[in-house]
């Protein structure tokens, strides 16, 4: 994971030296600092600008969390998960997740946008600095949390040579001529405001001609209008670059003409509201005014977007009679040259992005049109058709692709989740969606929000049993992956008898591979050979190949191979491994490279379990799916062992230690899944000795996730010569009804002992 996930700053700061340093020393002195001011004042910048500087102080990143586009104060939680790259497998509640993680590590945490939800809000940030010591959080919102504590931080406008610099920059970045007084100062090599520097002999740094200096008597006037109109403008940064996308149209003089009609009209028209805010107010009413009757209709359609929105989904969503498809990206171009849109780049690909205020002002126009119902439904069925899609093509080569969609997606689909749950006419919606993002939860490491919603839809009768049967067997996969066994056998029971009732026997099939998945999870090896292949059968009969199908015959190659059968468990997994690449499969691929990467281990074949390892490491770390990523991990660390580096296995055991930390239920508790990891330690520790031992590992376990991926990544390019294979070759693993095999021990630091381990 990155130590930061602030976005890239997509033109230059202007100004505010004097409120980032004055921030910056605040940050240092209290652990909640909340920047406050209207909207469109520039706090988010500023708070971003500052936490990028103040990064090299927290030693465990800085971290950003959205909060704007959320409406349900259930999804605080998450999105601060979401925002701290946690994964976590258990089924406690993610504010016990968001504890523990932060518990004994120095972070800074940026909320922006808290201001809706802030008495849900404010009781979370005042637990975690409570319980985290090392945390710092730095809120960003229109009004204080009112946590003991706060350090207050008021952003006012920006000064009048800002505003003027702010409104320049800008305006050349639109296309407009210079302004008057942008070369004022740049004499001697000073940066104009456009960032180039001024020579002697240029046209900038001649009297009488555009970009003259200061003493010119045209360019003076000129500055008096541009400092007229930022003053007009309140210095807001927001009303400054709404007016810069317009000034390759106007002059400033136009502007200010039409500025001070408007102005004079609704001067009184926001009553209560403070003198800059009915600023702001007017400034984008303006902005709206000097639109096309087209480019309002959009804008105002484009407000049922929670977050970045791509031009596909606009043109589905906002299109129509009105608003022809065709004329959607002329209209998105126009809405972009008039600063009311930013266009950004994503792993999904071009997005655009409306700031919360201008969303705002436009949502209040889609009601007055009451067309906010439609618009959301349409909104709601554009993203249910991108994850029924998704779900297809999670089967393809496009798996990285999807991953990458639904991430980007994600606002947009906990919008269309909330809309099926606020309609009980929708129910079943709510339970087919959230059973089709079955890959974001599961592959994608969102465990714990998919259970949210899971849950949710399923309180709910909806009187379509597909649906449900659904939502039931992806609810049971999700539980068993958290540990949570009695959540895992209700869900998937019910799923098994409705499926039976109704005569749905893939929905059956489903069950009874998930109740497969448990028992190998819990050690019941025989009942998981039992369950899986059945399950395999009825895929086989009804012609089912998928991702899961796939799982399936992975996880009963991990079964044989648990129970000795390295033969019939490497057969299944070169079988998906083939699949795989034949579909270009990735996910379930890594999977497979591991049990193989397991047998190479068993003969002894070290380079081929390394090579095969490194592989699924890669895999896993690019679909953020932790669990993958931490089994990995571990076992490269006996493969390690076994080459002879003890000491670099000793650090890559440590470094699987923050990574479980953050998965959850370590090692699901299997004593069969920590073999490889007893195993390991016993024979590092022998090697090194208990103090070298000890420290190597506590080094790895301050490794970050990215840090321990590449050292896994790079570790044993020059390895030691190998333990002999004879010696490394594991026993079967000892199941209940089996025997003891003969010359087995007891594992270091296996509290019972029944892990099987190599003899010797």
């Not at 959080?137 to 952003?155: H, I």
Request: net charge negative; hydrophobic share 45%.
């Amino acid at each position: 994971m990155r130590r930061s996930n602030l976005p890239a700053e997509l033109n230059r700061f202007v100004g505010r030296t004097t409120e980032q340093a004055a921030l910056t020393a605040l940050l240092e002195a209290s652990r909640l600092v909340t920047v406050v001011g209207m909207g469109g004042v520039g706090k988010t910048r500023l708070a971003l600008r500052a936490a990028a500087a103040a990064q090299k102080r927290y030693s465990d990143g800085v971290r950003l969390a959205e909060l704007a586009p959320l409406r349900d104060p259930d999804l605080i939680e998450y999105a601060l998960v979401e925002a701290l790259g946690l994964t976590d497998h258990t089924p406690r509640p993610p504010r016990e997740a968001l504890v523990e993680h932060l518990a004994e590590r120095r972070t800074l945490l940026v909320v922006d946008g808290f201001e809706h939800l802030v008495e849900h809000c404010a009781p979370l940030v005042r637990e975690l600095l409570r319980h985290a010591p090392g945390l710092t959080v730095l809120a960003v919102g229109r009004r204080p949390l009112r946590v003991a504590g706060e350090a207050v931080f008021p952003l006012a406008p920006l000064g009048e040579a800002d505003a003027m610099t702010l409104l320049a920059e800008r305006a050349a970045e639109a296309g407009a001529p210079s302004l008057p007084g942008a070369g004022a100062g740049a004499l001697h090599g000073v940066p104009t405001l456009t960032g180039a520097p001024v020579r002697p002999g240029t046209a900038a740094a001649r009297p009488g001609v555009p970009g003259g200096p200061a003493g010119d008597p045209a360019r003076a006037g000129g500055r008096d209008a541009v400092r007229e109109l930022c003053r007009r403008l309140d210095g807001i940064p927001l009303a400054l670059e709404l007016a810069a996308g317009r000034l390759p149209l106007l002059s400033v003089e136009q502007m200010l003409d039409r500025l001070d009609d408007r102005f004079r009209l609704l001067t009184d028209g926001a009553r209560g509201a403070l003198p800059r805010h009915q600023t702001l107010r007017t400034a984008i009413g303006w902005s709206h005014e000097l639109c096309t009757p087209e480019e309002r209709l959009l804008w105002a359609r484009l407000s049922v977007f929670p977050g970045p929105f791509d031009l596909e989904a606009v043109e589905y969503v906002c299109g129509g009679p009105e608003l022809p498809p065709e004329r959607i990206l002329d209209l998105l171009g126009g809405l972009l040259a008039q600063s009311l849109l930013t266009r950004e780049d994503t792993p999904a690909g071009p997005a655009y992005r409306m700031l919360d205020t201008v969303s705002a002002y436009g949502a209040e126009w889609l009601a007055a049109l009451d067309d906010t119902e439609r618009m959301r439904r349409r909104h709601r069925d554009w993203y249910m058709g991108l994850a029924t899609w998704c779900e297809l093509e999670w089967f393809s080569p496009r798996q990285p692709e999807v991953a990458a969609l639904t991430e980007a997606a994600l606002p947009h689909l906990r919008a269309a989740l909330e809309l099926c749950l606020e309609l009980p006419e929708d129910a079943h919606l709510a339970q087919h969606l959230a059973g089709t993002l079955w890959f974001a939860w599961v592959g994608c490491g969102r465990l714990s929000e998919g259970r949210h919603w899971l849950d949710r839809a399923l309180a709910l009768e909806s009187g379509h049993e597909e649906a449900r049967l659904k939502a039931l067997w992806v609810l049971g996969y999700v539980a068993v992956l958290q540990g949570d066994g009695t959540a895992a056998v209700a869900a998937l029971h019910e799923c098994g008898e409705r499926a039976r009732s109704s005569r749905n026997a893939l929905a059956e099939a489903y069950a009874t591979h998930r109740m497969g998945c448990l028992a190998l999870l819990t050690d019941d090896m025989p009942r998981a050979e039992e369950l899986i292949g059945r399950a395999l059968d009825a895929y086989r009969e009804l012609g089912e190949l998928n991702s899961n199908v796939l799982m399936a015959q992975i996880e009963l190659a991990m079964a044989r191979a648990f129970r000795g059968d390295q033969e019939g468990a490497g057969a299944l997994s070169r079988e998906v491994r083939e699949v795989c690449e034949e579909r270009g499969e990735l996910w379930a691929r890594a999977y497979a490279l591991y049990v193989l990467g397991y047998l190479a281990w068993t003969r002894g074949s070290f380079g081929e379990a390394r090579e095969l390892l490194t592989e699924c490491v890669s895999i896993n770390d690019s679909f953020r799916d932790l669990v993958g990523l931490v089994l990995a991990i571990e076992l490269l660390a006996l493969v390690t062992v076994s080459e002879g580096d003890a000491e670099e296995a000793a650090v890559l055991q440590g470094a699987a230690v923050p990574v479980w930390d953050t998965v959850g239920v370590r090692l699901f508790g299997s004593e069969a899944f920590g073999v490889p990891r007893s195993l390991c330690e016993r024979r590092a520790e022998e090697a090194l000795g208990a103090e070298a031992y000890g420290s190597a590992f506590r080094a790895g376990q301050g490794l970050s996730a990215a840090e321990a991926v590449e050292r896994a990544l790079v570790a044993g390019r020059n390895p030691a010569v190998g333990v002999p294979a004879e010696e490394s070759a594991p026993r079967p693993f000892r199941t209940a009804g089996t025997s003891a095999v003969p010359g087995t021990r007891k594992p270091a630091g296996s509290p019972t002992g029944k892990g099987g381990e190599a003899a010797g």
